[in-house]
């Protein structure tokens, strides 16, 4: 009896150390850190009801892809301390199955466009770790939009 009881204290104890994630107040601060970013680097870029940023390089054709598009991009992602996590010469993907803030973002452009995302890490990869992405991280993206499918 004094075990299971010993191992229910210790249960709750575990539980109620663990941190609620709060997705209001991580939105707060990545779009906190997003507008540091951009003010630091003058950057002017326009922000998405969702909470993403973006800045349209190049807009490209007048046809955009939809949500089921595949889509044939190069790109580089990194971290807004700059640090590359990812790049692409050229990739081919399905909108549908990439983050919700490419998701979002690649749509604004044509064949031939060019965006920059700052993505929040809601529209990222929210409180979980990705790779070498640790959670809760606020990624950029450059990406070049070659042409979609569908």
């Known amino acids: 009896m004094k075990k299971h009881l010993l191992l229910l204290i210790a249960f709750i104890t575990v539980l109620s150390s663990c941190k609620k994630y709060d997705v209001n107040k991580q939105n707060a601060a990545d779009d906190a850190a997003i507008q540091a970013y951009l003010k630091a680097n003058n950057?002017?870029?326009?922000?998405d009801e969702s909470g993403l940023?973006?800045?349209?390089?190049?807009a490209g054709g007048n046809t955009h892809p939809s949500l089921t598009s595949a889509i044939s991009v190069g790109y580089v992602g990194s971290e807004l301390d700059g640090s590359?996590?990812?790049?692409?010469g050229s990739t081919t993907l399905?909108?549908?199955?990439?983050?919700?803030?490419?998701?979002?973002?690649?749509p604004k452009i044509g064949i031939g466009g060019e965006?920059?995302?700052?993505?929040?890490?809601?529209l990222g990869y929210g409180n979980q770790a990705a790779g070498i992405i640790k959670a809760n991280t606020v990624l950029v993206f450059d990406i070049r939009?070659?042409?979609?499918?569908?």
Do not use: M, R
């Open 84 to 88: 590359v996590f990812d790049q692409a």
């Open 115 to 122: 965006i920059k995302l700052f993505v929040p890490s809601s």
């Open 145 to 150: 939009l070659f042409g979609f499918n569908g």
């Open 43 to 47: 950057i002017s870029a326009l922000k």
């Open 53 to 58: 940023y973006y800045q349209i390089l190049t």
């Open 94 to 106: 399905f909108l549908n199955d990439v983050i919700k803030g490419w998701q979002i973002g690649i």
